[in-house]
């Protein structure tokens, strides 16, 4: 089984601050990182997806992915109350027999303060 | 539009009774899997399945079974309950491009006393 890891937090940012979220993943192989958020007693929502090193914007969010390091990053810029959540890291893993899985993290929990 | 279906969105067992979860996609994709999430954890992979009649196990299989008949159903069997099932469970679904997400049902809050 491949390994995702995460700071589990809290991780607390005031409000119009930008929050840094990490994960860093064990398979080289993997070809596709997703980032999803999930809202407590609710399922988890993609929030970005990226395959190629470097940055991907699309608004607020920003991914940033760096497959030398198997490093992959969230940050959100202009933080907002409604932004306090879990953020997954998911990474695709090839499976030995079929197809794939998506690999999870353990989540970090951002709480941004009014 | 639907997308990923569960039911029931809540249950509460008996130590050794069984039951069914039922998930139900409309989005005609390949793969669907089936994740238990333990509080203030991540997911982890019961069953997952690339099509009708293939399935495989994941990472916590045990106590588990699952089926896949159709392209639109893959129901989750807990076979005498334990407190140790006591989780949300969680039914996904993805196309089979590797670079494609996975959509999520509600979620089935599962209590075993």
């Known amino acids: 089984q491949k390994e995702v890891e995460q700071n589990s937090g809290p991780l607390s940012v005031p409000e119009g601050a930008i929050a840094s979220l990490n994960c860093t993943y064990s398979?080289?192989?993997?070809?596709?990182f997703f980032w999803y958020r999930q809202y407590s007693g609710k399922s988890p929502e993609l929030i970005m997806f990226?395959?190629?090193?470097g940055d991907k914007e699309d608004g607020r969010f920003t991914a940033q992915l760096n497959k030398a390091s198997q490093y992959v990053s969230l940050l959100i810029r202009d933080s907002q109350p409604s932004d306090s959540a879990t953020y997954l890291c998911a990474v695709n893993e090839r499976r030995d027999n079929y197809g794939q899985n998506f690999v999870f993290g353990p989540g970090t929990r951002l709480s941004v303060l009014p | 539009n639907a997308g990923v279906t569960q039911t029931p969105k809540f249950r509460i067992l008996k130590i050794g009774q069984s039951m069914t979860l039922q998930c139900t996609q409309d989005m005609n994709h390949n793969y669907m899997y089936w994740y238990r999430q333990d509080p203030g954890m991540g997911l982890k992979l019961i069953y997952y399945?690339?099509?009708?009649?293939?399935?495989d196990k994941g990472e916590v299989p045990n106590g588990y079974n699952v089926s896949r008949s159709t392209t639109e159903d893959f129901p989750l069997r807990l076979e005498l309950a334990a407190p140790s099932q006591t989780s949300v469970y969680f039914c996904?679904?993805?196309?089979?491009?590797?670079?494609?997400?996975?959509?999520f049902g509600q979620g089935t809050r599962l209590t075993v006393v």
């Open positions: 399945s690339v099509g009708a009649g293939i399935t």
């Open positions: 990226i395959y190629s090193n």
């Open positions: 996904a679904s993805s196309f089979l491009d590797p670079g494609l997400e996975a959509f």
């Open positions: 398979d080289r192989g993997s070809q596709s």
